[in-house]
């Protein structure tokens, strides 16, 4: 069990759930009152818990950690999971700045990074709006939700191209070290738009290398990297952003060089690439893909 006191705690209910829990907190004498875009919200001096439609139920105040161990859990989830969850205490409740990105391991295309601050009056709203990591949402959906987040955040993209990306990993050699690069980018960018003092984004390397590649700004912030950080309504909102951009460019490169160009780094993806490669050799294929991807290793040996 963690020594520190943790403020916040999301976690997701059902219906009977939700309904058992209100008539309990109604018997423990909690106020209720109305709070935007969510089922319900009831108040004590040391807790607040708020329900939104979807399910998810969002405790905070300096009494969240008695409130979930000794009554949340035995009475109404009837599990334990508390302080047993790795790293995974959200920021939900306060504003702060969630980081993703997407293309990590798509052969062809960028790399995007996305930064997005999600202030606390907004986060029932993506909420309720289905924000959620975008590997979860279909092609659609990210759209759709793309608009919403563009709409309500404020947020900042580094598009990494793959020219660029290439010349970068040359120079690197380190796939962490090159994410920890637009990490940071992304933050210091996004904090030149806005004041904020927490950071969360989901974990790919040691800490270290984001929080050494952070200039001025970036240094003042409190930065967490988690283990599925992605349930972090900052962290999806941020990749969908990423995702929605990713997608774009794609189609962009595709219509450039006449053909779609397959995501991932499957069969279809080292079939198109091969094409390509006796067609265009390295030069022109590294304007379009990662090349120190293992494809690229089987193509020059063949």
């Known amino acids: 069990m963690p020594s520190n006191t943790r403020n916040y705690y999301v976690c997701q209910v059902g219906v009977r759930q939700s309904s058992l829990l209100k008539a309990l907190l109604e018997e423990k004498g ?3 009152r109305e709070v935007p875009y969510a089922e319900w919200g ?3 001096q040391d807790v607040h818990v708020v329900l939104y439609s979807k399910g998810k139920l969002v405790i905070q105040g300096k ?25 995974l205490a959200m920021k939900e409740g306060v504003s ?16 995007v990074i ?17 924000v959620k990591d975008s590997k979860k949402l279909t092609s659609q959906a990210i759209n759709r939700l793309s608009k919403l987040v563009r709409d309500l955040c404020p947020h900042a993209l580094v598009v990494i191209n793959p020219d660029r990306y290439n010349t970068l990993y040359e120079k690197i050699k380190n796939l962490n070290r090159l994410l920890a690069w637009g990490h940071a980018r992304s933050i210091e ?10 950071v969360i984004l989901d974990q790919f390397g040691s800490e270290h290398l984001v929080l050494n590649a952070l200039m001025e700004k970036g240094k003042k912030v409190s930065l967490k990297q988690m283990h599925h950080g992605e349930e972090d309504v900052a962290v999806a909102a941020a990749s969908i952003l990423a995702r929605h951009e990713f997608l774009k460019r794609m189609e962009e490169l595709g219509k450039k060089i006449g053909m779609e160009l397959p995501r991932g780094a499957g069969f279809k993806v080292i079939e198109v690439a091969t094409t390509l490669f006796q067609k265009e050799g390295l030069e022109g294929l590294s304007k379009i893909a990662k090349i120190h991807f293992k494809i690229v290793d089987k193509m020059n040996k063949n």
């Open 114 to 130: 996305a930064a997005a601050y999600v202030k606390k009056e907004k986060i029932g709203k993506l909420i309720d709006e289905g």
């Open 96 to 111: 702060h700045i969630g980081v993703d990105e997407s293309g990590k391991g798509d052969f062809f295309g960028p790399l």
């Open 30 to 32: 909690f106020q209720f």
């Open 42 to 44: 009831a108040f004590t």
């Open 63 to 87: 009494g969240t950690q008695d409130f979930v161990q000794f009554f949340l859990e035995p009475q109404i989830l009837k599990e334990i999971k508390f302080g047993y969850e790795g790293e």
């Open 189 to 198: 960018n996004l904090l030149s738009k806005v004041d904020c003092s927490h």
